[in-house]
């Protein structure tokens, strides 16, 4: 609904010339452009406006103005440009008296249009469970992985198999990689890398037995832990291992990632959870959470919250931005996995129980939103991004379920287009590289590249100060061989010895000249004040004032 | 220029020096005077007279100089003495120069004048320099040649025909009548005079017959641009195939008409078939084909490709124009026919087989040529052969393929063994989930959600009931010396935590301080600074006793209430002995939280066992949780209080015992001294978890990202914060909509590529000011121009 300023003036100026038109036409009742209401503005607001009080030179000045000018103007555009999204997340409204607690998949599945009702399915899978699911980035391909090493990926929406392999190990974890053309399975001893064909394309034998797998798709990194407490990057993209800690905290089998920092959230059997980068050995923070053992961590998509259970049959959530509980529920048991959806809902599993919450994070839960009860224990829960689905892995297979609302309602096709062709799936995969962030950038606040790094200013004064102590250079010398009977293996020794001997003397000489000119301009300045360095008898000596 | 420096610089000397020079004269003067003789003075004469006697004339003083002009004002009137008047106007004429300055002296002025000058000239760009840093965006050139189309007429006149062959052109063409004679005619005089002379509808039905030409012409190379452009190989499979069938057709045609021509096609056919058999190009011979049955045994389209290729050269290799009349043909005719082959072989000097075999067929029973030279049916068999190899390969390819399929199936045999190594591995997880199971083992199974919240309350008591008897059975065990270590950590802490208590809850602090106190936790302070609320075991139990009171699922509200009165009844219950020393490490995380009105589904295991698990192994699990924390919240403190103190800067301590004092293995050095030689090391800054007690955050600095950092302060900028706030905002398109980031990234300077930047011309710019106008480059911000001037002033 723009009203364009140069319509209006045009429209004006007929008017004036047509004296008989109403005149209630003569002026634009909505002048300009449509105005943007404050809260969706504040909603793209990056922090405080600038303070352009000072600059260095008025044009200085000047280029600030201009600069905040147009970073408004972004803001503005960015929340006009909503208006565009025009798809809505889905709900359930209980009637008075009811609640949502209570609906079943059948009621869903009855009441839904077709293709919704599709969505909800079951995989019996008997043999080979207990199941793991993952879902890609954007939501079209699924990987079911049993833990006896039956592995599958699929369209799940028009259940079209990519692959399906039997790796003949025990599977510990699954993960798709970037795209679905490749994933990684975490097997009896290695981690291995299968294409969307089932072919293996990488055997990854570090770390040894590896429990839990994490991509972070941004830095193309692949996490991985493993039973002897060490926690494993490697960096997909080139295929170099990035940083390998020992954490020292035992088994490592409660992963999660941070979406927003890609700091790695592990759970451990003391109640702690730890958070790391690849770039420092030690845990950037270390929080005591739960009584007892950790079971299951999961940070929420904006990386504000954090939300544990442990076997204490807890469930907390976590303000991680200030490290403090935010609430705590007593759960009839501790839940074995969690996880949150884009909307920030949290799917909880507990025995053969899926229970799932909606916005547990900025307000106290009084009752789950759903609940689904199946045969056997729930391994793994993963909601489908861009989908109103919650993907169950359990000991009998794979159940599909509709969780109405837990999916982002509008897609951003430059990120994650769950309509990808073939062709755009080639280009998204080169942006992607192209787009890759550095490993050095994983940092607990994600806005610290915008900060300038002060510190190092003194830093930079001590290591210019370090340079005094000048070392020694290293020689290598090799002498030159010699016929046989010419020259002893001894002898080549002593020569080699001689060179490297002569070459150090050297240095400690230039080093010795250097300090002696430097001690000699010293004396000399301080001749001018004092006459004589005084001696310890010099105190005895007669003075003639 | 100069002469007015030459003024400037001697009018202002030369009356310095005229009054230099009378000052010395008054000074003389005075000095004469002070001798005290009597100077005689020139007597004055006062009666002007004619006669003047000569004697009194005397040395004319400084002030009464003669002047030139005085004694040659009489030469004016005159008529005499015209070549001294003429000298004397030379005289008068010819200026003389003051005495110059001194080099240093000049060259300082010359400067000073210069800077100045220049200075001025210069400022007068200033408004355009500052213009143009301001400005958003600049466009180089910035003086814009102004853009004209060419047209052909335009260019072609400039053109004149020079050469004999141009001008016999340019003749013929002026006196042609198809030529335009004015730009402004439509139609040629040729043109015309046909219209003219054209009925209306023949002239329309021949425009049509045109138009109806043009449009197939465009329509034929249109479609023939499509199809080469089509890349699909089914379309071109297909068109290979057309065109096959009628190359076929025309040999038939030409077999019939040109037999000549037929022939040589016929050989050719045969080249290619003999090439095709001595290089096996497409049966593994050529490097890609033996790559492509590599891939085949993955790729599907490999395949293909594989299979296309053997089609291919069982195509060639085929007898195709002797094969024509083939089977049904007598063996003479064969015979005839094979010695024909023979001869055209022969004749393909390029084979040497061929030549070599060409005679002794007949004669010999060399078998080679047999081979090559091999009647119809022993040639269909030896491709016969062929194609098995190749439906070998296939096969082959299939079997693998199969095996890979069927690689599951085999699976099934190895899947007990697989389950045990999973059951092994799952155990220690299982145990764990035991556990929690067993918490809830008093749970009954049950589908009905009533029943789910009436059991949960039976369990509750049990629940009770085995922590107390834990308790009582550690009360003896409890061991003395924790509880001084208690009561001195507990003094410590107690003020912080009335800080901490809730506004609520103050009154009832109050009251019963003592008890609290008492009754206070060990190793609570440190983490109970992070936590809200504290509780006690008796809380909990009154908390499910007023669950059972309360029937039906209970409000929020309801429960809020029940945690009122929880904290009333703690401090009832509070000064009871017993509970005092084990109720407190529990506080801190397993009753502290608030039960929500969760509706919690009973966890019901697939098999019975488990719920079946006796009320031992409940109880264990439980006492395990009751005691867990206890070790896990110490050891977490005191790893917290080993990763403080490994991060303190250390004191350094220059203490040399011996040293100024009797040293020995007995000598005791006193404190007073010792303290001396220790330097203190300042204190760092506060630890950021210092007011958290749960959690340990890393003082360890990320050097990493230093590296992408800014290190200094970037030119605009006064402060950090201010250049912080300024890039807050990302530019990219990811988070901004596709205007914005147009704005957003504009670049500062656009180049023309090619086009040659010239320097601002002076004359372009003042020329528009001087006509009080905006000059048309990169003044875009006046009114920030006229700022600057303001302030400058």
New interface residues.
């Given amino acids: 609904m723009k009203h364009g300023p140069k319509q209006d003036s045009k429209a004006n100026r007929d008017e004036g010339r047509d004296p008989e038109s109403p005149s209630e036409f003569r002026k634009d009742r909505y002048p300009g452009d449509a105005p943007v209401p404050k809260k969706l503005m504040s909603k793209y607001q ?7 009080k ?11 103005v ?3 000018k ?2 408004t ?3 503005k ?2 929340a ?2 909503e208006r565009l999204l025009q798809e809505q997340s889905g709900f359930m409204i209980p009637e008075d008296g009811e609640s949502t ?2 609906v079943t998949q059948s009621d869903i599945v009855q009441a839904a249009d077709i293709t919704t009702a599709q969505k909800h399915f079951n995989l019996e899978l008997t ?2 469970g207990p199941y793991k699911a993952q879902y890609t980035r954007n939501g079209k391909h699924l990987l079911i992985a049993g ?4 592995v599958a990926a699929l369209d799940w929406l028009t259940k079209r198999l990519l692959c ?3 790796v ?1 190990e ?1 599977v510990r974890d699954i993960r798709w990689l970037h795209q679905e053309t490749m994933f990684a399975v975490a097997q ?1 001893q290695w981690t291995y890398i299968y294409d969307n ?1 089932g ?1 293996e394309l990488h055997c990854l034998k570090q770390p040894n037995e590896a429990l839990r797998l994490e991509f972070l798709p941004y830095h193309f990194l692949l996490a991985s832990s493993n039973a002897t407490g060490y926690l494993y990057w490697l960096d997909v993209s080139v295929g170099q291992k990035v940083a390998s800690h020992n954490t020292g905290l035992g ?1 490592l ?1 409660v992963m999660c990632q941070n979406p927003q920092n890609a700091v790695i959230c592990l759970g451990h059997p ?3 959870v730890s958070m790391w ?1 690849p ?2 050995n ?12 950790v ?1 299951s961590v999961a940070v929420d998509p904006t990386g504000n919250y954090m939300a544990t259970s442990g ?4 469930m ?1 959530i976590w303000d991680i931005r200030k ?3 935010v ?8 839940a ?1 996995h969690m996880v949150f959806s884009q909307t920030g809902a949290l799917g909880l599993g ?4 899926v ?1 799932v919450y909606q916005d547990p994070c900025r307000q ?5 939103y759903m ?1 689904h ?1 199946l ?3 729930v391994n793994n829960l993963h909601f489908c991004p861009y989908e109103d689905v919650l993907g169950v892995g359990h ?1 009998d297979g794979f159940t599909s379920l509709i969780i109405p609302g837990a999916g982002e309602a509008n897609f951003d096709a ?2 994650s287009n769950p309509y990808q062709t073939k062709k755009q799936r080639r280009e998204a995969e080169v942006q992607m590289l192209l787009d890759k962030i ?4 994983i ?1 607990l606040d994600s806005k ?10 003194v830093e ?1 004064v001590e290591e210019n100060n370090k340079i005094h102590f000048k070392k020694p250079m290293s020689i290598s010398y090799e002498p030159k061989h010699k016929m046989k009977g010419k020259g002893s293996g001894r002898k080549k020794e002593q020569r080699k010895r001689g060179v490297i001997e002569e070459g150090r003397r050297q240095t400690v000489k230039e080093l010795v000249k250097d300090k002696l000119q430097e001690g000699a301009q010293g004396r000399k300045e301080s001749s001018t004040a004092v006459s004589k360095s005084k001696g310890v008898l010099d105190r005895f000596k007669k003075t003639e004032t | 220029m100069m002469e007015d420096e030459e003024d400037l610089i001697n009018a202002p000397s030369a009356s310095e020096d005229e009054d230099d020079d009378k000052r010395h004269a008054k000074l003389l003067d005075a000095i004469s005077g002070l001798g005290g003789k009597k100077v005689n003075k020139r007597s004055q004469r006062t009666v002007p007279t004619n006669q003047v006697s000569e004697f009194n004339f005397t040395a004319a003083t400084d002030d009464t100089k003669v002047k030139l002009h005085e004694l040659v004002g009489t030469l004016k009137t005159s008529a005499k003495h015209g070549s001294l008047k003429n000298q004397l106007n030379r005289v008068q004429n010819q200026k003389v120069l003051s005495v110059p300055l001194p080099k240093h002296q000049k060259e300082k002025i010359e400067r000073e004048v210069a800077y100045k000058n220049t200075s001025k000239e210069v400022s007068k760009w200033d408004s355009v320099v ?1 213009s143009n ?2 400005a ?1 965006q600049l466009q180089f050139p910035l003086q814009k040649s102004e853009v004209h189309l060419l047209n052909t007429t335009g260019k072609f006149k400039q053109l004149k025909p020079r050469t004999p062959l141009e001008l016999e052109i340019a003749a013929v063409l002026s006196g042609n009548s198809d030529v335009l004679p004015t730009e402004n005619n439509e139609l040629t005089p040729a043109e015309e005079r046909a219209l003219a002379a054209m009925d209306l509808e023949e002239a329309k039905e021949r425009r049509a017959e045109l138009q109806k030409f043009r449009a197939l012409m465009s329509y034929k190379e249109a479609k023939a641009k499509r199809q080469k452009r089509i890349k699909s190989k089914k379309y071109h499979r297909v068109l290979k195939k057309e065109k096959l069938k009628h190359e076929k057709k025309a040999l038939e045609e030409l077999e019939k008409n040109d037999p000549a021509a037929y022939q040589e096609k016929v050989e050719d056919v045969e080249r290619q078939r003999i090439e095709e058999r001595m290089s096996l190009k497409h049966r593994g011979g050529s490097k890609y084909s033996k790559k492509q049955m590599l891939y085949a045994k ?1 790729d599907d389209q490999a395949r293909q490709k594989v299979q296309d290729m053997l089609q291919t050269s069982r195509q060639l290799t085929q007898k195709s124009v002797a094969v024509s009349d083939s089977e049904d043909d007598e063996e003479e005719a064969m015979d005839s026919e094979d010695e024909m082959i023979e001869r055209e072989l022969s004749s393909l000097s390029s084979n040497p087989w061929m030549k070599v075999a060409a005679q002794p067929v007949a004669k010999s029973e060399f078998s080679r040529p047999e081979v090559v030279l091999n009647s119809e049916g022993k040639e269909e068999e030896e491709s016969d052969s062929e194609c098995d190899e190749d439906e070998d390969v296939l096969m082959k390819m299939g079997r693998e393929l199969e095996k890979r399929q069927k ?2 199936v085999h ?2 045999l ?2 007990e063994e ?2 045990k ?2 059951q092994k ?1 799952g155990d ?2 299982q145990e ?2 035991k ?3 067993a ?2 083992k008093g ?1 009954k199974n049950s589908q009905n ?1 009533k029943n789910k919240t009436q059991n949960m309350k039976k369990a509750a008591p049990k629940v009770e009931e085995n922590i107390d008897e834990i308790f009582q059975k550690l009360e003896d065990k409890a061991p003395d010396d924790r509880k001084k270590v208690e009561e001195n950590v507990k003094r410590d802490t107690e003020n912080k935590k009335k800080k901490k208590r809730r506004r609520g809850k103050k009154k009832m602090e109050d009251q019963d301080n003592e008890a609290e106190n008492a009754e206070d936790m060990n190793d609570a302070p440190l ?1 109970s600074e ?3 609320r504290k509780k006690t075991l008796d809380d909990l139990e009154e908390d499910e006793e007023e669950e059972e009171s309360i029937s039906g699922r209970s ?2 509200m309801a429960k809020r209430e029940t945690e009122i009165t929880n904290n009333g009844s703690f401090t009832e219950d509070s000064p009871n002995p017993k509970e005092e020393v084990f109720v407190d490490p529990k506080k ?3 009753l ?15 098999d019975g066992e488990e719920e079946e698990s006796d009320g031992e192994e409940a109880q264990r699990s439980i006492i ?2 009751a005691f ?2 206890d070790d ?2 110490d ?2 403190v005191k ?1 917290k209080n080993a990763i403080v103190d490994r991060d303190k800067p250390t004191d350094i301590d220059l203490f040399l015992p011996g040293w100024g004092a009797w040293g020995g293995e007995s000598v005791k050095v006193s404190k007073k001294k010792r303290k001396k030689f220790i330097i203190k090391a300042p204190e760092g800054p506060p630890r950021k ?1 210092k007011r ?1 007690g ?5 003082e ?14 970037p ?17 990219g ?5 596709e ?3 147009k ?2 990234v504009k670049p500062k300077i656009i180049t023309k590529l090619g086009g040659i930047i010239q320097p601002i011309s002076k004359a372009d710019v003042f020329k528009k000011d001087s006509k009080k106008r905006k000059p048309d480059m990169g003044f875009q ?1 006046k009114s ?1 121009d006229t700022k ?1 001037k303001k ?1 400058k002033h």
């Fill in positions: 990056r922090g405080k406006k600038l303070h352009t000072g600059a260095r030179t008025h044009h200085g000045h000047v280029k600030l201009q600069n905040e147009k970073v103007m972004a803001v555009q960015a006009r440009s607690t209570n043999q080979f833990s006896k090493g039956h399906e392999i039997n003949m025990t009896k064909q072919i088994r089998d003391t109640g702690s980068s770039n420092v030690e845990p950037l923070v270390k929080m005591l959470c739960h009584g007892a053992a079971r076997v204490d049959r807890k907390k490290f403090e509980m609430h705590s529920y007593q759960i009839g048991c501790g074995g507990k025995g053969n129980i229970e106290q839960l009084t009752s789950p609940i009860k045969k056997t224990t000991g430059m990120e550095p490993v050095e950038m940092h610290m590249i915008g900060k300038v790094d002060m510190k190092s200013f930079r | 500052n840093r301001q958003e993955y690689k599951p699976a099934h190895v899947e697989m389950e190594i999973i591995q220690q997880r764990k989930e556990s929690v199971k918490s809830g749970v959600q983490i992070g936590l809200k409000s929020m801190l995380f397993t502290e939280t608030k039960i929500s009105d969760i509706a919690n589904p009973e966890v019901t295991g697939r395990a949780q867990a924390d896990v919240i050891e977490f790893e978890d958290l749960n959690v340990i955050i890393s360890k600095k990320d050097k990493a990202i230093s590296k992408h950092q800014v290190n200094d302060l030119f605009p900028y006064v402060t950090v914060e201010q250049y912080e706030q300024a890039i807050r905002a990302p530019i398109k990811t988070w901004n909509p205007t914005a980031v704005e957003l911000n920030a600057h302030r």
